[in-house]
């Protein structure tokens, strides 16, 4: 049985040293199929209560900003371009989401976050993408060389 080709591939970033690893991989994967690529950041619920000030709204857009910026310069150093999208919500609930609203054939995605060891082994917003994701999931572990 023939795969279809990849056509367009979500990368989910927080910034951390983990995602980049998975954009990486993403961008490896869509430089030698020609899929399109799309940055996704997610600033999660609890850092956008309206008990917040505005000031870390900002921060958090700043940073979400930020960390897909980075991932189009990697693109662009790899040949690919990359279609930034930042939303706001629950991270794994926005992604699975995202992935179907925009017939994503594969989310490249880090073992963790930013928040660190949560839920033991893999994130908690990774396990929850793995599990009901209806695209292919490539979850990274190794940082990229």
């Known amino acids: 049985m023939k795969r279809k080709p990849y056509r367009k591939i979500l990368l989910a970033t927080d910034g951390s040293e983990n995602a980049k690893s998975a954009a990486c991989s993403g ?9 399109e690529i799309y940055a996704v ?4 619920i609890s850092c956008c209560s309206p008990i917040m000030p505005e ?26 371009t990359v279609n930034l999208v930042l939303l706001q919500g629950n991270p794994a609930q926005e992604i699975l989401d995202f992935a179907e609203k925009n017939d994503i054939d594969m989310i490249v995605m880090g073992t963790q ?14 396990e929850k993408v793995v599990r009901h994701a209806k695209a ?5 572990r190794a940082p990229c060389l």
């Open 41 to 44: 950041y997610v600033a999660g």
């Open 113 to 126: 976050g930013k928040a660190g060891i949560d839920r033991f082994l893999l994130g908690g917003v990774t």
């Open 136 to 140: 292919e999931v490539l979850v990274v």
């Open 27 to 35: 961008l490896e994967i869509a430089r030698n199929t020609g899929a």
């Open 55 to 80: 000031s870390y709204d900002w921060e958090i857009g700043k940073e979400g900003s930020e960390a897909v910026a980075e991932i189009e310069e990697m693109g662009r150093e790899n040949g690919v």
